[in-house]
């Protein structure tokens, strides 16, 4: 029998190769790492997350658990697979009556983290899937593609999509393979997030054998503040959605915004500035007005900056509507917005100005024309729901799920 021995620097050379290739990778793509089981217990939804984080779910992450919890309770098993997380921020008190698949596998509600080294899960024929993201898709057409490479059929996955995600990224690989992820028209049943951005995508050509949308509601510990939008007096706050490490927010536009406003609006400096969202600088305006910083704040902080603002700027270079600037409005905030493509936010409320025209000075004419409103007393007269969703969110939920069942209920 021949036996090699790798030199050292043979060893050196793989390595410095290795790093060399890393640079032209797509790092977004997950790993892909599954067992099959020919065994089929009772059906079990695989909801796929990239992070579970109850502490940071706002907007889209906080809609997307309570469309899984609308879904998982047609199946009596249940399996989270988080992408982008670690293991080691699970919060157990955030998920009372789940374990870790590692550490009681034959749970019914069990949650495997992909990041953890040698996490393998394990794939039954009553195994169904639901994506959150287009990584999260892209993870569950490779599970398909394997399982059914082996002769193993999984149905069709549900892709709840929230966005049109190639826009994330500018022309390129990313943009190519998350686009992807909508070229399964008879395999996926897609899920909506707003009439308006499936009307995008029919009109961009995209298309589905079976397709659901909703509409979103109010997130519900901001639904119980809003009641006191009405009597609650607004004050000199212009309340910014600053977002920097995310481009589909035009960060740097809204700082262009801003600096013409401060130096074209007499009363400026009388205004308080701040940004929600990330954490950045504090961005100088003109004298005596500063951009402050205040990153992330909780619901309930965000709340008592809804009340308490009564001018708004949110940008979102997106077919989605947004959720600031709808949250905002519903509070009695004059924002101001941008159209794309077919949404147009004006159309819900008469406190949102969306324009077409988004060069920083109509954009900054526009906040001027808020504030100048806000200190003569014109009144909210606005405060109708711009959250179109009710009570029952996802009233085709049973049907979904049945859908996905097929012939292993």
């Known amino acids: 029998m021949l036996s090699y021995r790798v ?6 050379a793989v390595r410095r190769w290795m790093r060399r290739l890393r640079g032209y990778r797509l790092g977004e793509l997950p790993e892909v790492n599954i067992g099959r089981s020919s065994q089929a217990g009772p059906p079990r939804l695989n909801v796929i997350m990239l992070s579970i984080r109850k502490d940071r779910a706002f907007g889209g992450t906080d809609t997307a658990f309570r469309f899984f919890d609308a879904v998982q309770e047609h199946f009596p098993r249940r399996r989270i ?20 698949e590692s550490e009681d596998p034959l749970s019914d509600r069990t949650i495997v983290y992909l990041t953890k080294p040698g996490a393998r899960p394990l794939f039954e024929p009553t195994d169904r899937l639901l994506a959150t993201h287009w990584r999260t898709a892209y993870y569950a057409q490779e599970v398909l593609r394997r399982l059914r490479q082996d002769g193993q059929w999984i149905g069709p996955f549900a892709y709840l999509i929230q966005d049109f995600e190639p826009g994330f990224y500018p022309w390129s690989g990313q943009f190519l393979v998350s686009s992807a992820t909508y070229s399964w028209s008879s395999d996926t049943i897609a899920v909506f997030n707003t009439e308006l951005l499936q009307q995008y995508f ?27 939008a009405a009597a609650h007096k607004k004050r000199k706050l212009l309340l910014v959605y600053g977002r920097p490490a995310s481009p589909r927010n035009a960060f740097n536009l809204v700082v262009e915004t801003l600096l013409v406003w401060a130096n074209r609006y007499p009363g400026a400096a009388e205004w ?8 950045h600088k504090d961005v100088p305006l003109a004298k005596d007005v500063t951009l402050i910083a205040r990153g992330k704040a909780s619901l309930d902080d965000y709340a008592r900056y809804l009340l308490d603002a009564s001018v708004g700027l949110s940008l979102m270079v997106s077919p989605h509507p947004s959720y600031p600037p709808m949250e905002m409005a519903e509070f009695g905030v004059r924002v101001v917005t941008n159209d794309f493509a077919n949404k147009h936010l004006s ?12 060069a920083p000075s109509a954009l900054a004419d526009a906040l001027i024309q808020c504030c100048e409103a806000h200190e003569r007393g014109d009144p909210i007269t606005d405060l109708r729901p711009v959250f179109l969703g009710g009570a029952n969110e996802f009233p085709f939920a049973a049907d979904l799920a049945a859908r996905l069942l097929g012939d292993a209920a």
């Open 7 to 12: 030199s050292d620097a043979a060893r050196r």
């Open 272 to 279: 308080d500035v701040i940004s929600l969202g990330d954490t």
């Open 81 to 100: 697979l988080v992408l982008a997380e670690d293991e080691a921020d699970f919060n157990r008190a955030s998920w009372p009556g789940w374990s870790l």
């Open 347 to 358: 159309d819900r409320s008469a406190n949102i100005l969306s324009l077409a025209d988004t």
């Open 202 to 228: 029919l009109q961009a050509g995209y298309r589905f054998d079976c397709d659901f949308v909703f509409e979103p509601r109010l997130n519900p510990t901001l639904a119980l503040q809003r009641g006191e």
